[in-house]
């Protein structure tokens, strides 16, 4: 019954951006650290951004700081991923990824990919002249 749902992916031109959405349903967002994985054509998945719980700061691969922001909105139960100046090496299958912690407390968040257990279908992301 826990289910996170990505939306917002699509064809991007270089330098383009586009702004993607996780929305969970069955918990509650802020228990929980969620973490932005990605995975292009034969390439393992790897870790692009995540926010922690209770107000955590976040952490961002070095290859899109500076062009990314990973968001949360409590209200909304949604998690946004901002990708501005987009290039060709971004283009992948986006994934959102969620892992429970305690609440009512700072947790930070981790890109290690088998820390998380709730996991999203995933949103394509194509940047291409």
């Known amino acids: 019954q826990l289910q996170l749902v990505e939306s917002g992916g699509g064809l991007v031109h270089p330098g383009g951006s586009l702004r993607l959405s996780c929305a969970a349903s069955?918990?509650?967002?802020?228990?929980?650290?969620i973490a932005w994985f990605r995975q292009a054509p034969g390439k393992e998945r790897e870790g692009v951004s995540c926010i922690g719980s209770g107000g955590g700061s976040t952490i961002y691969t070095d290859s899109v700081k500076g062009r990314f922001t990973i968001s949360r909105d409590n209200a909304k139960n949604t998690v946004y991923l901002q990708m501005n100046n987009l290039t060709p090496e971004d283009t992948a299958v986006y994934y959102c990824a969620a892992e429970q912690r305690p609440p009512f407390v700072q947790h930070m968040c981790t890109m290690a990919l088998r820390e998380y257990d709730y996991w999203g279908q995933g949103t394509q992301v194509t940047v291409s002249s």
């Open positions: 069955g918990f509650t967002l802020d228990y929980y650290i």
